[in-house]
């Protein structure tokens, strides 16, 4: 799957307070987000020191170091709206798979990552947004090591079913070299539904690192 990615300028000298370094935005694509093979990070998967993706089929969180606070894990049914590939075909429809689902009228949903058990936060995390009101406004915000937010965008999803269908599921995610502590997904109409949460950490250079840290020092500072 395409997506478009928006990326803040890197300042290497004298770190501007508008900027934040190393920071790319995944925004939704033109096209369906059907298997995981449409993810924005197969290409780079060798380049991982790990990558972890929650697809709720077995019914509760299995991959460490993730935490979802406003909703609960959707079972199968003739309105559930899993990942297209998630009940063995790809057919237009997620009635069969398993999402999370947030019911009620403009909601939040939250997804922390645990360094501790991880080792180190992620640098690249993301969902798969699978359902929601048509008119709602979907805002997706990231937030860095020290719960400082790294920015949000907006996005309109929706279609006008709520049978299962998958013709309107898309990724959104976020990279950032100083690492993600927490993302929050909201709407502001009605419910929402996501799956295929996924977040891993590619090592940044040496040299990087140390911008990065010193970013995250100011922004505390601040």
Do not use: C
């Not at 089929?57 to 590939?85: H, N």
């Not at 909601?107 to 969902?127: I, K, M, Y």
């Not at 013709?167 to 993600?180: C, I, K, N, Q, Y």
């Amino acid at each position: 799957m395409k997506t478009t990615p928006i990326i803040a300028a890197a300042v290497v000298a004298g770190l501007s307070s508008g900027a934040t370094a190393g920071l790319t935005w995944h925004q939704p694509g033109a096209t369906a987000y059907t298997a995981a093979s449409d993810g924005p990070w197969n290409a780079t998967a060798a380049d991982f020191s790990y990558f972890y993706l929650e697809n709720f089929e077995q019914g509760a969180v299995v991959v460490p170091g993730l935490d979802l606070d406003g909703g609960a894990i959707r079972a199968p049914g003739a309105f559930t709206d899993s990942v297209d590939e998630d009940d063995g075909a790809v057919d237009g429809f997620g009635t069969f798979g398993r999402s999370f689902w947030n019911i009620g009228d403009g909601v939040t949903s939250v997804l922390r990552f645990d360094a501790d058990e991880l080792g180190a936060l992620p640098t690249h995390a993301g969902l798969v947004w699978t359902d929601g009101n048509r008119a709602a406004d979907v805002t997706f915000e990231a937030f860095d090591a020290a719960g400082v937010s790294l920015g949000s965008f907006i996005a309109q999803l929706g279609d006008d079913f709520g049978n299962g269908t998958t013709g309107e599921d898309r990724f959104l995610g976020v990279e950032f070299t100083g690492g993600v502590s927490r993302i929050e997904i909201t709407t502001s109409l009605g419910g929402l539904e996501f799956d295929h949460v996924q977040f891993g950490l590619i090592p940044a250079p040496p040299a990087f690192a140390l911008l990065a840290g010193l970013a995250l020092a100011r922004r505390r500072r601040r």
